[in-house]
T-cell receptor
């Protein structure tokens, strides 16, 4: 298993800009979740995709959106960036045959200035 | 609403000491799952254990042990004979059974520093 890979590892954006974060999961991982982890806090659930459809969302505004692709990769898009969007963004995926085994990536550290 | 509390923000111990990380949760669900994750400086969350709400047996895995007490809504984690490599942030998390693993509610984490 190669794990869950996120890119880029670090990113600096200006307030108001848009950003796309990427996650590459292992074959067969048809469920992917995204989390936002502010400094010194626990991760907070943004949304989840299952078989390329969003099937759950946390308390995040619509400017946070996502996509999941047939090749088990996914994207998190954030529009109109705000300073408070600065955080570590974590991707987690689960194999179709697993009943609980989410694998987390190392995250993308986004800084909004 | 679901909530996870980890009252210890930071803990420092000397190598070989035992240390217990506390976790208290709130949920209205009768069926749910509890987890512990470790987050080393590299950032990824490393799965340590899952426990469902019907299984109150304590579990031991090497130097790690977990004490689940439904009566007090606690799921505490003990590291025996701590090592420097145990230094990390540890998160307790709760997940509804209906949306299995879909929406983890994480606690704020406890930063453990094990000094040589």
């Amino acid at each position: 298993e190669t794990g869950v890979t996120q890119s880029p590892t670090h990113l600096i954006k200006t307030r108001g800009q848009q950003v796309t974060l990427r996650c590459s999961s292992q074959s067969g991982h048809n469920t992917v979740s995204w989390y936002q982890q502010a400094l010194g806090q626990g991760p907070q659930f943004i949304f989840q995709y299952y078989r390329e459809e969003e099937n759950g969302r946390g308390n995040f505004p619509p400017r946070f959106s996502g996509l999941q692709f047939p090749n088990y990769s996914s994207e998190l898009n954030v529009n109109a960036l705000e300073l408070d969007d600065s955080a570590l963004y974590l991707c987690a995926s689960r194999h179709r045959d697993s009943n609980y085994g989410y694998t987390f990536g190392s995250g993308t550290r986004l800084t909004v200035v | 609403a679901q909530k996870v509390t980890q009252a210890q923000t930071e803990i420092s111990v000397v190598e070989k000491e035992d240390v217990t990380l506390d976790c208290v949760y709130e949920t209205r669900d009768t069926t749910y799952y509890l987890f512990w994750y470790k987050q080393p400086p590299s950032g990824e969350l490393v799965f340590l254990i899952r426990r469902n709400s019907f299984d109150e047996q304590n579990e031991i895995s090497g130097r790690y042990s977990w004490n689940f007490q439904k009566s007090t809504s606690s799921f505490n984690f003990t590291i025996t004979a701590s090592q420097v490599v145990d230094s990390a942030v540890y998160f307790c998390a709760l997940s509804e059974a209906g949306n299995y693993g879909q929406n983890f509610v994480f606690g704020p984490g406890t930063r453990l520093s094990v000094l040589p």
